[in-house]
């Protein structure tokens, strides 16, 4: 079987997965003693208005807001690298039979950090917690841009594949503990959207530097030497985005008292 036929099985299993929990779905039945007794738009008028409540609970509040902003400028970063991790891997001379054995030994060694994770959230603070997410990204990002070949570099990138673990973990506990349990659910809805939102816009911009880079460089899109060269810009976006949230921070605590209060948060 070719390969452009085999690359495409690991979709035709999420379709297949997303049917089977649609068909689970579509075959639960509420209990008659818990069934809602209103009519049906009067419960999605409900389920409306209190997704706008949680939106302008999260806008109007500053800790769920900068939250959900640093989420998705880290995860985004992080995520976009590892969309393109096997493209990386194979550029800096790592054999495709090879990759399975990294998302593995990735996935184990988040499995066994996270025992660092719980101990952080217990004795440092937010803000030293997500400079530890953001010390882990930008390293890895700038090994991205150097390239180191072989497995040295792989090994160099452990921080980055980790990240995307801790960054999630924090995230998630800082937001249910700032987060009121009547809409927490919401809140929770609220930052996977932007998460996905920003993800898809950072894979975008990718996609078009790319491009840009192949027109510049003269070369075809997928040729080695653009995707190298596109590397070697992502410290830079990074730390272009860590500006754009210093800034966002700043307009959101306001006054010299919240700011007093808040010295220790995000």
Request: hydrophobic share 55%; charged share 10%.
């Amino acid at each position: 079987m070719a390969k452009a036929d085999t690359i495409k099985f690991p979709v035709y299993l999420c379709v297949l997965t997303a049917l089977a929990c649609l068909a689970v779905t579509l075959a639960m039945k509420e209990p008659a003693s818990v069934r809602p007794k209103e009519p049906f738009w009067v419960t999605v008028r409900q389920s409306w208005q209190g997704i706008r409540h949680a939106g302008a609970w999260i806008w109007s509040t500053p800790a769920p807001f900068l939250l959900v902003v640093l989420g998705f400028l880290l995860d985004s970063t992080i995520r976009l690298f590892l969309t393109v991790s096997s493209n990386y891997y194979r550029h800096i001379g790592i054999a495709e039979a090879s990759f399975g054995v990294i998302s593995v030994a990735g996935s184990v060694a988040a499995f066994f950090t996270t025992g660092w994770m719980e101990w952080l959230v217990r004795h440092r603070s937010s803000a030293f917690n997500f400079g530890v997410v953001i010390a882990m990204t930008l390293w890895g990002l700038v090994v991205v841009a150097i390239q180191v070949p072989g497995w040295w570099g792989v090994l160099a990138l452990a921080p980055l594949i980790l990240a995307i673990r801790f960054l999630q973990f924090f995230q998630s506990h800082y937001l249910n503990e700032v987060t009121p349990s009547s809409h927490r659910a919401t809140v929770l809805s609220f930052k996977g959207m932007t998460i996905n939102l920003a993800y898809g816009g950072v894979t975008l911009l990718f996609g078009w530097q790319m491009a840009w880079l192949a027109g510049r460089l003269q070369l075809p899109n997928e040729a080695p030497q653009v995707f190298g060269t596109a590397l070697t810009w992502w410290p830079w976006y990074f730390g272009a985005t860590l500006l754009a949230y210093a800034f966002i921070r700043k307009w959101r605590i306001g006054s010299s008292e919240v700011q007093a209060k808040s010295d220790s948060q995000f």
